[in-house]
């Protein structure tokens, strides 16, 4: 099994912030890392495909990078509505699926 | 418009049994892998199983195989999840998602959820 290290497990911030959440795999996934953020109550959304590619509907501050196994999610200026967990998941095989432990955003 | 809707989710005993549903809509189901993930109270996410368009391919989590079938139905556009043997490490919001056919595996829409209750 891949094991996912997501770093922090929380983040106090301010809107405008930028702010970057890793993500560190216990193997190389290449680049098939997708990253979901999740509200309170809701399903999770998917914001990040293949390490890098946005998906569709979601606003440029989010951006996704590496491959390997280190990742990382930026999101460059943090409005009311990013406050969230967000959790990294390879991609690589349906033999080595896990989520991350999430990283709670909050003000 | 693509949506997901699960039922069946209930209080249940140790050692009892459920099935769970998800209802699709909007999208060729049949041309799409299926999986369940769940989040216990106050945990993260957990894959729990997927399985491919023409149910040739299934594949569990170590935690529920022997326990858990994951089934679907093309015709009915439905997946399914049958829960064996649950324990209250099974208590948790059970989502249904679509795997995106785009890239890697990486999971575009989810169902609402529905909680499995495992407790006497």
């Known amino acids: 099994d891949i094991q996912m290290t997501q770093s922090p497990s929380s983040v106090s911030a301010s809107v405008g912030d930028r702010i970057t959440i890793t993500c560190r795999a216990s193997?190389?996934?290449?680049?098939?890392l997708a990253w979901y953020q999740q509200k309170p109550g809701k399903a999770p959304k998917l914001l990040i495909y293949?390490?890098?590619s946005l998906q569709s509907g979601v606003p440029s501050r989010f951006s996704g990078s590496g491959s390997g196994t280190d990742f990382a999610l930026t999101i460059s200026s943090l409005q009311p509505e990013d406050f969230a967990t967000y959790y990294c998941q390879p991609g690589e095989s349906f033999l080595s699926l896990s989520f991350g432990g999430g990283t709670k955003v909050e003000i | 418009e693509v949506q997901l809707v699960e039922s069946g989710g209930d209080l249940v005993q140790p050692g009892g049994s459920l099935r769970l549903s998800c209802a699709a809509s909007g999208f060729t189901f049949s041309s799409y892998w299926m999986t369940w993930v769940r989040q216990a109270p106050g945990k993260g996410l957990e894959w729990v199983a997927s399985i491919k368009q023409d149910e040739s391919e299934k594949y569990y989590v170590a935690s529920v195989k022997g326990r858990f079938t994951i089934s679907r139905d093309n015709a009915k556009n439905s997946l399914y999840l049958q829960m064996a043997s649950l324990t209250a490490e099974d208590t948790a919001v059970y989502f249904c998602a679509r795997e995106t056919y785009a890239s890697g595996i990486e999971f575009d829409y989810w169902g609402q959820g529905t909680l499995v209750t495992v407790s006497s």
């Open positions: 293949a390490g890098s």
């Open positions: 193997q190389s996934v290449s680049r098939w």
